[in-house]
């Protein structure tokens, strides 16, 4: 099975008044996560807001999840989410087939009975 990836929004940072607006967000506060159906794992990031244009600005009680995720897959530099989810990818096919690992001491006692 493929890896799987969600972007989710984790906080926002808002300016509370700025040029007449108000609550006007500066920068999101994301996860991301990566899943292959056995183990999972998560990085995150933020992203950096432009000014908002006052004639299209939405106020911040009318903020849907879906505008602010199209807000950071525009404002996010391109190659940032593809550099994560190849860490993850990397980091979950370790889970599978540790490149190290920490065996019980030879001379401690197991639970086998």
Do not use: K
């Not at 989410?81 to 190290?100: C, E, I, K, T």
Request: aromatic share 10%.
């Amino acid at each position: 099975m493929p890896n799987t990836y969600t972007l989710r929004i984790t906080g926002l940072t808002c300016r509370p008044h700025a040029d007449g607006l108000s609550n006007v967000v500066t920068d999101v506060q994301w996860a991301y996560d990566a899943t292959d159906g056995v183990f999972s794992t998560s990085m995150s990031g933020s992203t950096r807001l432009p000014e908002p244009d006052p004639a299209a600005f939405n106020p911040f009680e009318a903020l849907t999840e879906a505008t602010v995720l199209q807000w950071v897959a525009d404002h996010t530099d391109p190659t940032v989410l593809p550099y994560y989810a190849a860490q993850m990818d990397d980091w979950l096919a370790a889970q599978h087939n540790p490149p190290v690992v920490n065996p019980p001491l030879p001379w401690s006692p197991t639970d086998a009975a």
